[in-house]
């Protein structure tokens, strides 16, 4: 059976070309076509799309509040193809899909040489292809939220230090076969996601931000374009330092830093960043096990390394040497992970040390390693 495709766009020239590249593919049905959030919603019962396509900005309903209607109603995975990211003041709205359940994001395909639309059409039927396969969770109202709170016999209060500590155990599993590394200072948090990434890091950066005492390294796979958003967007969010990486710079204690697009990031013999356009690794440049690598052979036990869900095995290679080295690993579950590609291809190495709810690794890092 073909991936069932619904595109939501109101721009009838970009409408024309997402459909000529879609249905070029024969595991890609084009399902349905609509120009607004509001005529779109009225469709999915009837064309029971796999995937949907929206642009951000759309007449009547746009596309936020379109993908919160969705994901309350009819959960499917979002793919958002929007060019508003090139306009400074609309690019954090990008995210705020992304925020309401919107998997991953796309640039819209520009004018072009016939190269340029060659390497568009690959990319975007690829990215079908990774969502139609995706997992996506029903999001419910604030209204029904409110109710079931109301309804919820009232519980004593508790901390949120108690709460953390009386996290249920049995969402921890650790890995017994590894050494886990004790005592060690630890110099360096490297990080690895691709889709459902930009979530996942949100997530476990604000769960850090008043503790942090140590640099973070992240190598985030996302559509070309969109990086600096992503970093503005999480800098917003958390309360922390994000930037992308300058090469010669030496990572700061509390600041995060982003690997640039289009090429892998390492550190010299000193710890500071450089760049490299060598070739791809596992398809990806900036790669994560590049990055993994550098920093292991760098910091060794002293590095900690965590790969959050992403499709495909970049970054478990990285991860099986920072093990190796002694250092501290950790994989995000399969549960809460919108892909479980990466942090299963590294659990299946062995060189994963725990497997963690996205929600438990901060914590998890808080309590058994930064404040101890």
Known sequence: MPIRVLIVEDSLIAMTILTRILASSPEIEVAGTARTGKEALELISEVKP?????????????????TKEVMIRYPRPILVISASVQQQEDSSNVFQLLEAGAVDVFPKPPGGSAGDYEAIKR???????????????????????????????????????????E???????????????????FKMIVVGASTGGPQALKTLLTGLQNHLNLPVICVQHISEGFLQSLVDWLGS?????????RPGE??????????????????DNIGRFIYAATVRVDGHRPSVTVTFKSVAKLYGKRTIGILLTGMGKDGAAG??????????????????????GMPKAAIALNAA???????AIAPHLLQKVILR
């Open 123 to 165: 990319a975007l039927i690829s990215k079908i292809k990774i969502l139609s396969g995706v997992k996506v969770f029903t999001r419910h109202s604030r209204r029904n939220q409110e109710t079931k709170q109301e309804q919820k016999p009232k519980e004593k209060s508790t901390s949120t230090c108690q709460k953390i500590i």
């Open 237 to 245: 969010s958390c309360h922390l330092p994000v930037q992308i990486a």
């Open 50 to 66: 796999d995937v949907i396509c929206t642009d951000l900005h759309m007449p009547q309903m746009d596309g936020l509040e379109f």
């Open 319 to 340: 991860m099986e040497d920072i093990a190796k080295v002694g250092g501290l690993t950790i994989a995000q579950d399969e549960a809460s992970s919108v892909v479980f």
């Open 250 to 267: 030496l990572p700061q204690p509390g600041t995060v830093y982003f690997a640039p697009e289009q090429l892998h990031l390492e550190l």
């Open 353 to 359: 040390q725990y497997i963690l709810p996205i929600d």
């Open 167 to 185: 996290s249920p155990p049995r969402k921890i599993i650790r890995n017994r076969s590894l050494r886990l590394p004790a005592n060690t200072q």
